[in-house]
């Protein structure tokens, strides 16, 4: 009898699918997948993908972007629930007035947003590109800055720039513990912090790097230390530990009261194993995107896919 694992890997190739998974997935679903990223390398995967089906192992939003980006390929989410915490503090019409009433100011959007909130958008970021997109904003230009206020402060310390902030943020970065985090590290003093710029200001200050998922494990691997506190979603740590198993990663402490002690986005851990083989079978649930809402939220992503190269 063939496991899971097996039975997906072979409907894949049966209905010419691929899988993408963000690094919050579970483990057993990262090695089922053909591309794990953080959302800027998922984006420009899924705009590639030449297969007729595209299952996106992480949350709605993001599979959201995969079909804007690739609107021909039918791009299937294991439990259409997998929200975003960030995207749901947005809604699109509060949004809409948000943004009219300040008429003058380029909108800037974090990609966990609605395809909704991104046809309202001029120019969408991710954690790895921020920064460097902020910065490429003529200086007399105000900035709305949507919806993740904790990102939004970070790109405004770095980069000088005053911005009006949306007032969102992502319930699991928020989590984070300080005063338990000071006591890991006393713990462990040898230890580098790394955090996900979605992390609160108190958090961020502790850090010796903070970046996308992607850059932090960029990070682990160039930095010559052996020890880290890593400050994200605790399924990060599946690729880390492949990338540097002879280092010591611990997860840093959330105020949560969970089984691991660490921090879980509830809305990535809805996708499981088996939800990732009914959704092939059945090819359901697909994502779709009205049209014209296609259509607008393409161009401020694509700019991005520009700016980022
Ligand atoms: P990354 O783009 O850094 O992977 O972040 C996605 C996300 O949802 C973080 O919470
Ligand atoms: Fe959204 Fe936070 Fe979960 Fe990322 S970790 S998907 S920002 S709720």
Not at 44 to 52: G, H, L, N, R, Y
Request: net charge negative.
């Amino acid at each position: 009898m063939k496991n899971l694992k097996e039975r997906i890997l072979e409907l894949k190739k049966e209905k010419n699918a691929v899988i993408l998974a963000h690094y919050y997935q579970e483990a057993d679903i990262q090695d089922v997948a053909d591309y794990v990223g953080d959302s800027l390398g998922l984006s420009q995967e899924a705009m590639k993908v030449d297969a007729d089906i595209i299952l996106f192992a992480g949350v709605h939003f993001m599979a959201e972007t995969a079909k804007i980006l690739n609107p021909s390929k039918k791009v299937i989410l294991p439990d259409l629930k997998a929200g975003c915490s960030l995207a749901e503090s947005c809604p699109p019409e509060d949004f809409k007035k948000f943004t009219e009433a300040h008429p003058d100011h380029i909108v800037i959007t974090y990609v966990n947003c609605s395809a909704e909130v991104k046809a309202l958008t001029d120019i969408v970021v991710t954690s790895s590109n921020a920064v460097k997109i902020v910065e490429s904003i003529p200086k007399d230009r105000p900035i709305i800055f949507a919806p993740d206020k904790n990102l939004g402060k970070y790109v405004m310390e770095k980069t000088g720039r005053d911005m009006l902030l949306w007032d969102g943020s992502c319930v699991v970065h928020e989590a984070f513990s300080l005063d338990k985090l000071i006591a890991l590290y006393k713990e462990n003093p040898d230890a580098k912090i790394i955090a996900h710029p979605e992390s609160e200001t108190h958090i961020l200050k502790t850090a010796n790097y903070i970046g996308s998922t992607a850059g932090m494990i960029d990070f682990v691997k160039k930095d010559p230390s052996n020890k880290f506190i890593v400050a994200t979603e605790a399924g990060i740590l599946h690729k880390m530990k492949q990338e540097v198993p002879e280092k010591i990663l611990i997860p840093a402490p959330s105020n949560e009261d969970n089984t691991c002690a660490c921090s879980e986005c509830g809305y990535m851990k809805m996708n499981t194993l088996q939800k990732v083989y009914d959704c092939l079978l059945n090819e359901t649930p697909e994502i779709t995107v009205p049209d014209d809402i296609m259509k607008k939220a393409l161009v401020p992503i694509e700019r991005m896919l520009e700016l980022s190269k």
